[in-house]
């Protein structure tokens, strides 16, 4: 029998580790990647806008490689904080997911709405997300983010993301079958990009929206802009700040006037009641549950049949 040197042994066993932790590791991501309703691809898009690159998520409804299927083209729902709606895993704001692939699955299996794509757009990381989504600084904001770049980002979408998925993926061209939605910050840049590009997207969902960032800009340039939305849903809890026994206090008053203000704009500038919905929820507070939970409400309305 060879004799092997105590550094030998050891370097062997090494060997041994780290090949079943990668064994295991790939065995974790299988699980994962099967806890996935319908077709998740994960795209690197390189940005020149902000200099760096991401991962865009996108999702393809059941048969859309079938070959009946092969002309027909979907509607896309663009949502920001990719990297929050498919799997808890990979989540960047907490430990849960918006369940967006099992949500959308289920509807589309009722016929309560038709087969569309949906476009996660991952952040650049809890560090950088307020520099992207930003488009006003945050005097609350800790640490400080005193020169942010959200003023970019309909830029962004307009000239990287959106080429990037017609000419990679068979969607509908047209403003009118395009939506953009996201939460919290990832909504305040949304509701930014339809005051600013106002052709691009026709619809917007916006979980609970930051709407309070620099004295509420952002409703300030909404009330003034030539909005060109057909759908809007609005969601928002009565306790966004999750305090105990779901108490009145100021900051939850704030969030939920800031959305009935954005409600009373849209009305204002001429959009039928019919295409606005606004879900308030009693004691529901700032978190993927609550936006998981009121998901489908959401897509019901935006693409409903």
């Not at 997911?97 to 757009?121: F, K, N, R, Y």
Request: charged share 20%.
């Amino acid at each position: 029998m060879l004799a092997l040197s105590q550094n030998q042994r050891v370097c062997i066993t090494l060997v041994a580790c780290i090949t079943l932790a990668v064994a295991a590791l790939n065995s974790l991501q299988h699980a994962r990647a099967q806890e996935v309703r319908g077709n998740l691809q994960l795209l690197t898009l390189e940005s020149r806008v902000f200099d760096n690159s991401r991962f865009l998520r996108i999702w393809l409804p059941e048969g859309y490689d079938d070959e009946e299927n092969i002309s027909h083209r979907y509607p896309v729902l663009y949502l920001n904080d990719g990297q929050d709606l498919f799997d808890a895993a990979t989540a960047v704001l907490g430990s849960d997911e918006w369940q967006v692939d099992e949500t959308t699955t289920d509807l589309i299996s009722a016929g309560a709405i038709s087969p569309m794509i949906i476009v996660g757009i991952d952040n650049a990381g809890r560090a950088q997300r307020p520099y992207e989504y930003l488009p006003y600084p945050d005097e609350f904001l800790i640490p400080p983010e005193p020169s942010p770049a959200g003023n970019r980002y309909a830029f962004f979408l307009e000239t990287e993301v959106i080429p990037f998925v017609d000419d990679r993926f068979r969607t509908r061209r047209e403003a009118d079958s395009r939506a953009l939605g996201g939460s919290s910050y990832g909504a305040l840049i949304s509701l930014y990009v339809a005051v600013t590009r106002p052709n691009l997207f026709s619809r917007l969902l916006l979980e609970s929206p930051s709407f309070y960032v620099d004295n509420n800009r952002i409703l300030n340039d909404a009330s003034r802009a030539s909005l060109n939305l057909e759908r809007v849903y609005l969601g928002i809890g009565t306790n966004e700040l999750a305090l105990d026994n779901c108490p009145e206090h100021p900051g939850n008053a704030e969030a939920v006037s800031g959305v009935r203000r954005l409600a009373d704009i849209l009305v204002d500038s001429g959009m039928p009641a019919d295409q606005l919905h606004v879900l308030i929820e009693t004691c529901a507070v700032h978190s993927q549950v609550a936006w998981a939970r009121r998901f489908p409400v959401a897509l019901r309305f935006l693409f409903g049949n």
